[in-house]
């Protein structure tokens, strides 16, 4: 099982960027698909996006299409969102999660928060 840290959080203002970190202990991130959530005030965790354990197949919430990039380096034991163009709504804590199966999250980080200032 693997554990997970993210990092990279802050405050930016709108149309301003950010990229997130997710680092991974442990030596079997490379069998785990890997997604990034979020989770605003009063609202219930998001999907954002996700990313196979290869690194061959990506998915992405329609609400961060063109914006967002997930990416990983399976040598670095970490994964990356990539925010572009941010949004006031984008405000929330990102979690990032590991699991094997499709759909299926085992693992949880804590967290880091994101707000975007208009």
């Known amino acids: 099982q693997v554990q997970l840290v993210e990092s990279g959080g802050g405050l930016v203002q709108a149309g301003g960027s950010l990229r997130l970190s997710c680092a991974a202990s442990g030596r079997t991130f490379s069998n785990y698909n890997m997604g990034w959530f979020r989770q605003a005030p009063g609202k219930e965790r998001e999907f954002v996006a996700a990313i196979s354990w290869s690194g061959g197949t990506t998915y992405n919430a329609d609400s961060v299409k063109g914006r967002f990039t997930i990416s990983r380096d399976n040598a670095k034991n970490t994964v990356y969102l990539q925010m572009n163009s941010l949004k006031p709504e984008d405000t929330a804590v990102y979690s990032c999660?590991?699991?094997?199966?499709?759909?299926?999250?085992?693992?949880w980080g804590q967290g880091t928060q994101v707000t975007v200032s208009s």
């Open positions: 999660a590991a699991g094997k199966g499709a759909g299926s999250w085992d693992t």
